[in-house]
């Protein structure tokens, strides 16, 4: 079964405090009379679902290019984050032996804050948590919802553990329709060259 937990680019979308929500231009359009629909869309590097890569906050460090497939594609475990507090070093303990990667499924996905404007209240990864994440081994880090950090941590803590021991990020995912457990992830960013960050198609398989 395959499960697609990458959100939909709109126009309405949620998106972080001081940057902008995607547009949506039309070079040609057809009801125009014009030979095709071509569309031009203006978006951030954040947008939606997408990966961060190290060089985001740590100078020299890898970009979107740079990060192997192996990294981003593989055995994925979904761990369920049951309250609204931010994930902690005892919620990572939870993770199976073994695992590589993590996706964090909260309330931001079963209380659908990924469809309304944008709430600081949501579900995020704890400084001590990243700790924890780092120290287990962890490869690939994922969330559901606009960044791993908690809101208003101006230090970035997360960003700056994860990222700096050469950790990608996946933010934006929307687990509602996948039950924790384990998977195969086929995570794919836009190719971009010289970029922190890009928007990617995220698949859960199961």
Request: hydrophobic share 40%; proline share 9%.
């Amino acid at each position: 079964m395959l499960i697609d937990v990458t959100l939909a680019i709109r126009p309405d979308m949620p998106h972080w405090p001081g940057s902008t929500s995607p547009v949506c231009e039309w070079e040609t359009r057809l009801d125009r009379g014009e030979e095709s629909d071509a569309s031009k869309w203006t978006l951030s590097a954040h947008q939606g679902t997408h990966v961060d890569a190290p060089s985001h906050f740590i100078p020299g460090a890898a970009g979107i290019e740079d990060i192997p497939l192996d990294v981003l594609c593989g055995p994925v475990h979904v761990l369920g984050i049951p309250d609204d507090s931010p994930i902690r070093a005892d919620h990572v303990a939870e993770i199976p032996a073994g695992v590589e990667r993590v996706l964090f499924r909260t309330t931001n996905s079963t209380a659908g804050r990924l469809f309304r404007e944008f709430d600081p209240g949501y579900v995020a990864v704890s400084a001590q948590a990243a700790e924890a994440l780092v120290a287990r081994g962890i490869r690939l880090v994922g969330i559901d919802y606009l960044s791993v950090e908690c809101f208003g941590a101006n230090d970035f803590p997360a960003h700056h553990t994860l990222l700096g021991a050469g950790v990608p990020i996946i933010e934006g995912l929307d687990l509602a329709a996948a039950p924790p457990g384990p998977y195969e992830l086929t995570c794919l960013p836009i190719r971009l060259t010289d970029a922190e960050a890009a928007p990617a198609r995220v698949v859960l398989t199961r």
